[in-house]
């Protein structure tokens, strides 16, 4: 194999930042079985790895590819270049995964295609709503939070969604998007130069800090809320895992200069944080499903 194409390979796959949607994006998938009374174990591992590396990988691929990033960006401080024929490979590993779904139902399809469109209209040249404040609040909050969500509990039963889920699947989303401005404040002159207006850079980081709050506030209760008719215990525990959380972003947050030298601060935001909801609800699949308290 000539040099340059193993080069373009490795580039390609470290730019599917596996091990960046495997911890900081598992956390709204692992929480969508807390919701099925009973866990198809299967479908569920199964279609976790579909979510994780096919669609998510595909899509981080393809916003690569449109945004040409030459400084830091979410899971690679150093993101190298990509060769052209990248763009159709983020597809087609998407694709791929798409004929994955449909093990998982015809409803789990429709939520994972929503979720491609949704990464596309973020990406894509002609589109770029990762350049609007709102437009790109809404590809998060949907496509990274309640599909995902929805994805989680489809998979890991295949029943229809009740209202209570559709609340749940609010606060998944409610809490990634009052993390997600902060992910953007090492990238301002990156996004300044590609005219992006993200809301990073349309509200500074006193509107960043003041997103936060209540959104973060609004979705912990709104899953605490839906969790504690299940197990009063689990509702309990979220809280108690959303403010231990809450004091190490509010920390991060208060420190943050909109420099490419956050890079550091917010991925150990993220990585932390992820951390701690993941090995909550971790436990909690596994107390539930697994290992039940007399």
């Not at 506030?217 to 689990?234: H, K, S």
């Not at 525990?237 to 991060?252: D, E």
Request: aromatic share 14%; proline share 5%; hydrophobic share 50%.
């Amino acid at each position: 194999m000539p040099r340059n194409l193993r080069r373009e390979l490795w580039n390609f796959f470290l730019h599917l930042r596996w091990h960046y949607q495997l911890t900081v994006g598992s956390g709204a998938y692992l929480l969508g079985g807390l919701y099925q009374t009973e866990l198809d174990l299967r479908s569920f591992v199964v279609q976790f790895a579909n979510v994780h590396l096919l669609l998510l990988g595909g899509a981080t691929v393809y916003n690569s590819f449109c945004d040409r990033d030459e400084g830091p960006i979410g899971g690679l401080r150093h993101p190298p270049p990509l060769a052209g024929w990248t763009r159709a490979a983020s597809w087609g590993v998407q694709l791929v995964g798409l004929l994955v779904a449909f093990l998982a139902g015809l409803a789990f399809v429709a939520v994972y295609l929503l979720a491609m469109v949704l990464f596309w209209l973020y990406s894509a040249p002609w589109s770029r709503w990762k350049g609007h404040p709102h437009k790109s609040l809404f590809v998060i909050g949907v496509g990274n939070g309640l599909a995902l969500f929805l994805l989680g509990y489809l998979a890991a039963g295949g029943r229809a969604p009740r209202l209570e889920i559709l609340a749940a699947g609010a606060g998944v989303a409610l809490v990634l998007l009052s993390l997600y401005p902060a992910s953007q404040v090492f990238q301002l002159a990156e996004d300044a130069r590609r005219g992006d207006r993200t809301f990073a850079r349309r509200y500074g980081l006193v509107g960043i800090r003041r997103f936060f709050v209540p959104c973060y506030a609004a979705g912990v209760l709104l899953i605490a809320a839906t969790l504690a008719p299940q197990d009063g215990w689990m509702g309990a525990g979220m809280l108690l895992t959303a403010t231990v959380a809450s004091a190490f972003i509010w920390r991060v947050l208060t420190r943050l200069q909109g420099v490419p030298s956050d890079y550091a601060s917010v991925m150990r935001l993220k990585y932390v944080t992820s951390g701690l909801f993941v090995a909550f609800i971790a436990a909690c699949l596994m107390f539930t499903h697994f290992l039940p308290l007399p």
